[in-house]
């Protein structure tokens, strides 16, 4: 195995993990409710087969461009700041800078980057959503931000077609940043 088959697997393991912990945590806050248990054991079987199943990576294209990347911040700040300082609220805060986002490549159409920006910024609105419970600061959503930003270009060929990669991402980079800021 090459250092990229080895790397894609770990990235994967990783995401499973994250993902597989947070429904434990479900599992285990809701254990008084038979419905919701059984609802997250079958989600948790489906999960684990669509991991199985479906073909996870395309050579096509391996990485994401770092300048796209960089457009995560912008829509996690503008997401955060109108769901907690314009009290919008978490869904109509991200809907605004999704929609908004998605006209930026109208700004000039035969701009190749331009047109990968929407889902960045739309990545950075999944982290905006988080609640003040969570994520206290700009600080922390910056730096949610940054994390999530590397798992998007490192994970371009992975998930491709698959719903979900950007909240995914979004939420990954989230815990992350609540682990890091939990141990300091």
């Not at 955060?80 to 006209?103: D, E, Q, R």
């Not at 798992?151 to 909240?167: A, W």
């Amino acid at each position: 195995m090459n250092w990229k088959t080895i790397f894609r697997y770990i990235f994967v393991v990783f995401l499973v993990i994250i993902q597989a912990l947070f429904l434990l945590a479900i599992l285990a806050e809701n254990t008084n409710s038979i419905v919701i248990s059984a609802f997250i054991i079958v989600l948790s079987c489906l999960l684990l087969v669509t991991y199985i199943k479906v073909p996870l990576h395309h050579e096509d294209h391996l990485y994401e461009h770092i300048l796209v990347a960089l457009w995560i911040p912008v829509g996690a700040l503008s997401s955060y700041y109108l769901n907690n300082h314009v009290h919008l609220g978490p869904v109509m805060a991200a809907g605004i800078v999704g929609t908004i986002a998605s006209f930026l490549p109208n700004i000039n159409k035969e701009s190749h980057y331009l047109q990968q920006l929407p889902p960045a910024v739309y990545c950075g609105a999944f982290i905006g959503m988080s609640s003040p419970n969570v994520a206290s600061s700009f600080m922390f959503i910056l730096a949610a931000s940054v994390f999530t930003g590397i798992l998007l270009v490192l994970s371009k060929s992975l998930f491709s077609g698959v719903g979900g990669k950007l909240g995914t991402l979004a939420f990954a980079g989230v815990v992350i940043t609540s682990y890091l800021f939990f141990l300091i």
